[in-house]
Nanobody, 120 residues
Framework: QVQLVESGGGLVQPGGSLRLSCAAS????????MSWYRQAPGKERELVERITSAGGVTNYADSVKGRFTISRDNAKNTVYLQMNSLKPEDTAVYYC?????????????WGQGTQVTVSS
């Protein structure tokens, strides 16, 4: 059974930090690219950062550049999102996403999300 379980969200003051974790099970984690998305109230889901199976990182959200960092630990089947200098506009539900393409087929899985609220 495939599972992606996010943790580490919560309430934090502006300027603070959080580290989100996403623990994967039920599939070969090291073969998958991993991404963090977020969805703020009333807005579309947004791709934040992505890390390939080989560890290559791409930032997709200019608003978090220099503040957020994605990383992975294949030995622990876990992907992380370190979030620093948090702003109220970072408030959103953060989702973990795993995907893999091979020979024209795609496998993709979503986590259930974890709430991040940045407020004083």
């Amino acid at each position: 059974q495939v599972q992606l379980v996010e943790s580490g969200g919560g309430l934090v003051q502006p300027g603070g930090s959080l580290r989100l974790s996403c623990a994967a099970s039920g599939f070969t984690f090291s073969n998958y690219a991993m991404s963090w998305y977020r969805q703020a109230p009333g807005k579309e889901r947004e791709l934040v950062e992505r890390i390939t199976s080989a560890g290559g990182v791409t930032n997709y959200a200019d608003s978090v550049k220099g503040r957020f960092t994605i990383s992975r630990d294949n030995a622990k089947n876990t992907v992380y999102l370190q979030m620093n200098s948090l702003k109220p506009e970072d408030t959103a539900v953060y989702y973990c996403y795993a995907n893999r393409h091979n020979w024209g087929a795609e496998w993709a899985y979503w986590g259930q999300g974890t709430q991040v609220t940045v407020s004083s």
